[in-house]
């Protein structure tokens, strides 16, 4: 069965301290994997897509990397307010209507 | 461009009593998806929609129920309310194509007492 494992479930870092978000997942043929922020009390926001192993994506603090069986998120020099919830998910070619999600990393950045 | 809309944020509701939620996509976007979220399931996938047909579907029981309308707008409905489904239910709309991520809106809270 297609599944996602995150972790750790959450961290804590100091302002400038770096560090690495894992997603794990198993999948029959993936088409896409993405990551998504989400603040409390607001719905996940879309950060990045990445489709084959090797492939990199960049925005500001954050590069996602990912592999044939895991995707990592590193945040580099994090800031307080990239405190948040980070969400991996994954769709698969044969069901690319469903996502599945993973239960989330949950950051702590304190200054 | 404005964003994925749902209403109401919050609802109240008692057990056995039924409710529906309702979602506006993102302008251009045809398939709309459901997501229950809770702090113990994550995202729990409900079901999907393009052109007013359910293309997908998760594992929830029959109670939990959705349309879309010919304007893409969507609505989910779940009867005979349980204290367990308490939760945020979030609705994402997607361009369809390869290069399409879920746009999620800020979800409707219910509270089930």
């Known amino acids: 069965e297609d599944q996602v494992t995150q972790s750790p479930e959450a961290l804590r870092l100091q302002e400038g301290e770096s560090s690495s978000l894992n997603c794990s997942y198993t999948v029959s043929g993936l088409r896409g994997l993405f990551w998504y922020r989400q603040d409390p009390g607001k719905g996940p926001e879309f950060l990045f897509t990445?489709?084959?192993a090797g492939e990199e994506k960049e925005k500001e603090r954050l590069k996602a990397t990912l592999t044939k069986k895991e995707s990592f998120l590193h945040i580099t020099a994090p800031k307080p307010e990239d405190s948040a919830t980070y969400l991996c998910?994954?769709?698969?070619?044969?069901?690319?209507?469903?996502?599945?999600f993973g239960s989330g990393t949950k950051l702590n950045v304190k200054p | 461009k404005a964003g994925v809309t749902q209403t109401p944020r919050y609802l109240i509701k008692t057990r056995g009593q039924q409710v529906t939620l309702s979602c506006s996509p993102i302008?251009?976007?045809?398939?709309v998806s459901w997501y229950q979220q809770t702090p113990g399931q994550g995202l729990q996938f409900l079901f999907e929609?393009?052109?007013?047909?359910?293309?997908n579907k998760g594992n929830f029981p029959g109670r939990f129920s959705g349309r879309q309308f010919s304007n893409s707008r969507s609505e989910m409905n779940v009867s005979t309310l349980e204290l367990g489904d308490s939760a945020l239910y979030l609705c994402a709309s997607s361009l369809e194509g390869n290069d399409s991520p879920l746009h999620f809106g800020n979800g409707t809270r219910l509270t089930v007492t």
């Open positions: 302008s251009g976007h045809r398939s």
């Open positions: 998910a994954v769709q698969a070619l044969n069901n690319f209507n469903k996502f599945y």
């Open positions: 990445l489709y084959s």
């Open positions: 929609y393009f052109s007013e047909t359910q293309r």
